[in-house]
């Protein structure tokens, strides 16, 4: 091959090398992008198993709709009851005659320790507004209430648990919000006697607060 061909062929691989060579250097120092904190959960959620309350006589499907009822409350029996007022709540034959006496009691003579309006004694109080306000929800029984199934996910905004009796009830309370990661700093205790009036006012680690972004709420009975 003639020397000035050779020349040409050889100096035009170098070049496509470098070229080549370049573009594989400087896509190695692009710098790696890191995972938002909101995008990617860590952990499957649990699947949906919604929780079927009786209303006016009538099965509901709360995790589709409450159907108008303003509050649900979770009884001994494992059965949910929903409910037009407080008062039908506190007249329903189920719930144990302890929780009513020990609140109407409270309510009656005004008692520094009474619940918040709706609250019944010795049960855990979600509502969905700020202010003890808005739908209500009573929780009771000790474990993970994944609250899709309850038609509440992502819209509790304020808790209160009034113990009526501490040997019975003693214990506290968990809330995490799965859907962001990582999962375990998205924890957060709810510790009685107390209550959080707005969970606006409740700091979420990172920053922001807790107001609307609760997936689970676990009554950790002692």
């Known amino acids: ?9 050889l100096a035009g691989a170098s070049a496509t090398a470098l070229v080549f060579t370049g573009g594989a250097a400087a896509h190695a120092d692009e710098p790696t992008a890191e ?25 509901i499907n709360l995790a589709e709709s409450w159907e108008g009822a303003d509050n649900c409350t ?3 029996s494992g059965e949910v009851h929903c409910y037009d007022s407080n008062e039908e ?16 009691k409270a309510t009656a003579a005004r008692a520094a320790a009474a619940p918040p309006s709706r609250c019944l ?9 700020p202010g003890y306000k808005g739908r209500l929800l009573r929780l009771s029984s000790d ?3 994944d609250l899709k199934e309850w038609g509440c996910r992502d819209k509790l905004s304020s808790v209160y648990y009034w113990v009526g009796r501490w ?18 700093d998205r924890v957060r205790g709810l510790n009685p006697p107390s209550g959080w009036s707005n ?23 002692a």
């Open 1 to 9: 091959m003639n020397r000035s061909l050779v020349g040409v062929f």
């Open 35 to 59: 995972p938002s904190v909101t995008a990617t959960p860590t952990a499957e959620e649990p699947s949906v198993d919604p929780v079927i309350a009786e209303y006016k006589g009538r099965k």
């Open 74 to 76: 979770e009884l001994p």
């Open 89 to 104: 709540a506190l007249a329903d034959p189920e719930l144990p005659a302890e929780v009513r006496e020990e609140t109407l």
């Open 121 to 129: 004694a010795d049960y855990w109080c979600l509502y969905m507004d």
């Open 143 to 145: 474990g993970k209430k």
């Open 167 to 184: 040997p019975i009830n003693y214990g506290n309370a968990k809330i995490t919000d799965l859907r962001s990661w990582p999962v375990e």
């Open 199 to 221: 969970f606006k006012n409740l700091g979420y680690p990172g920053g922001g607060n807790w107001n609307d972004k609760v997936d689970i709420f676990e009554v950790r009975r």
